[in-house]
């Protein structure tokens, strides 16, 4: 089976176009991963960049790389139209029997959907919530990004969503829907722990991640000197939510925020980390719930979204009210006592069952069958 991948190119995405070697989402790169190990596949990435960009033409056994420089204002502004013409004239000379667009986030999905081949869309984030928790102004990215997935969702195959959140979401627009969780890269479960009394919260600083009530909230547990909590991910100090959590932890020791982590760097702070902690208000399938499954790190999480499909409460991990301070604090202690329990070890097995590489690429195979018989005469 020859099947086209479109996905976002990071180089693009965070302006490292002089890298000679395209990455990609966590999630993406690990489908890939599992693709790589099944014989019966030939797969053709394709991205669409800015800048034409140094890239290799092959990435694994069967597993191709397509560049596509489109100009400037054939992106967003004009609803993608070049990335969907640049994108259509590649898939027509890869001819493959499917076209797998991963999100609708940015060019993938509607390209995806106009490619005149059989195709499926995976979404990642769901844009419409997403908008809607952020208030998001007319006309701005996200904004733009909601309307671009109502469009492309009914015109599509079928979704492959990685939670059953986002299936209740799509389920009034879509053809059809399937439930696959994301793929965790296999290295994650090679991790070797040594913990230290550091718990980690990994996320963008925003409003709907929900930080600055985290702090707050664990203040208590903070000034006894119990542990140190570290933020991991981008932020900025020009909103009015970053600036704030910028003064919430100049005001406390016991927070740091270290940047942006890139995949190796994670496994090494989940290597030394006592638990992760996400508050968000809003999520899907946060990848780094399943990263730190699969590497043994206690979990506690949100009760929101897709997250109580990836963590079973007081089995596989802990899950609590994001909206009550005293949840909150009670979930880190909780995190904090429990220690290496049976508890990280049966989330660790689960994950392997569930979320390895190559289970979640076989899933995938079958579902391209299903929408393929579907077009046979």
């Given at each position: 089976?020859?099947?086209?991948?479109?996905?976002?190119?990071?180089r693009?995405?965070?302006?490292?176009?002089?890298?000679?070697?395209?990455?990609?989402?966590?999630?993406?790169?690990?489908?890939?991963?599992?693709?790589?190990?099944?014989?019966?596949?030939?797969?053709?990435v394709?991205?669409?960049?800015?800048?034409?960009?140094?890239?290799?033409?092959?990435?694994?056994?069967r597993?191709?790389?397509?560049?596509?420089?489109?100009?400037?204002?054939?992106?967003?502004?004009?609803?993608?139209?070049?990335?969907?013409?640049?994108?259509?004239?590649?898939?027509?000379?890869?001819?493959?029997?499917l076209?797998?667009?991963?999100?609708?986030?940015?060019?993938?999905?509607?390209?995806?959907?106009?490619?005149?081949?059989?195709?499926?869309?995976?979404l990642?984030?769901?844009?419409?919530?997403?908008?809607?928790?952020?208030?998001?102004?007319?006309?701005?990215?996200?904004?733009?990004?909601?309307?671009?997935?109502?469009?492309?969702?009914?015109?599509?195959?079928?979704?492959?969503?990685?939670?059953?959140?986002?299936?209740?979401?799509?389920?009034?627009?879509?053809?059809?829907?399937?439930?696959?969780?994301?793929?965790?890269?296999?290295?994650?479960?090679?991790?070797?722990?040594?913990?230290?009394?550091q718990?980690?919260?990994?996320?963008?600083?925003?409003?709907?991640?929900?930080?600055?009530?985290?702090?707050?909230?664990?203040?208590?547990?903070?000034?006894?000197?119990?542990?140190?909590?570290?933020?991991?991910?981008?932020?900025?100090?020009?909103?009015?939510?970053?600036?704030?959590?910028?003064?919430?932890?100049?005001?406390?020791p016991w927070?740091?925020?270290a940047?942006?982590?890139d995949r190796?760097?994670?496994?090494r702070?989940?290597?030394?980390?006592?638990?992760?902690?996400?508050?968000?208000?809003?999520?899907?399938?946060?990848?780094?719930?399943?990263?730190?499954?699969?590497?043994?790190?206690?979990?506690?999480a949100?009760?929101?979204?897709?997250?109580?499909?990836?963590?079973?409460?007081?089995?596989?991990?802990?899950?609590?009210?994001?909206?009550?301070a005293t949840?909150?604090?009670?979930?880190?202690?909780?995190?904090?006592?429990?220690?290496?329990?049976?508890?990280?070890?049966r989330?660790?097995?689960?994950?392997?069952q569930?979320?390895?590489?190559?289970?979640?690429?076989?899933?995938?195979?079958?579902i391209?069958?299903?929408?393929?018989?579907?077009?046979?005469?």
């Open positions: 089976m020859r099947i086209v991948l479109l996905t976002t190119d990071n693009e995405a965070f302006g490292e176009r002089e890298k000679d070697t395209p990455w990609f989402g966590t999630a993406p790169a690990a489908l890939l991963q599992g693709f790589a190990e099944l014989a019966d596949v030939e797969v053709h394709v991205s669409c960049t800015q800048r034409p960009m140094r890239s290799p033409a092959k990435l694994a056994e597993i191709f790389f397509h560049s596509l420089p489109v100009p400037k204002i054939g992106w967003m502004r004009t609803g993608y139209q070049g990335c969907i013409r640049a994108t259509r004239r590649r898939v027509r000379e890869i001819r493959p029997d076209v797998h667009g991963q999100g609708t986030e940015r060019d993938c999905s509607v390209s995806a959907v106009f490619s005149g081949y059989p195709n499926v869309l995976t990642h984030g769901n844009m419409r919530s997403v908008a809607r928790i952020n208030k998001a102004r007319p006309f701005s990215f996200q904004w733009l990004a909601a309307r671009l997935e109502r469009f492309t969702i009914p015109r599509s195959d079928g979704i492959v969503c990685i939670t059953n959140y986002t299936r209740e979401a799509v389920a009034p627009l879509a053809r059809r829907t399937w439930v696959v969780p994301n793929a965790v890269d296999s290295s994650f479960f090679e991790v070797k722990r040594a913990p230290a009394a718990i980690l919260c990994v996320a963008n600083i925003d409003r709907r991640k929900n930080q600055n009530a985290l702090v707050r909230a664990a203040d208590t547990l903070g000034q006894e000197g119990r542990f140190e909590l570290v933020f991991l991910g981008g932020a900025s100090r020009d909103g009015a939510y970053g600036r704030e959590f910028f003064e919430l932890l100049e005001a406390r927070c740091r925020y940047g942006f982590a190796e760097a994670l496994k702070y989940l290597a030394s980390a006592a638990g992760l902690v996400l508050p968000s208000l809003e999520d899907n399938c946060p990848m780094v719930v399943l990263e730190a499954m699969a590497a043994g790190v206690p979990v506690a949100a009760r929101v979204g897709g997250v109580p499909d990836l963590v079973r409460a007081g089995e596989t991990g802990l899950l609590f009210d994001p909206l009550s949840a909150m604090a009670a979930a880190l202690k909780q995190l904090l006592d429990a220690g290496d329990s049976s508890m990280t070890t989330a660790r097995a689960e994950a392997r569930r979320f390895h590489p190559k289970t979640i690429a076989a899933r995938h195979l079958e391209y069958r299903e929408v393929l018989s579907l077009h046979r005469p």
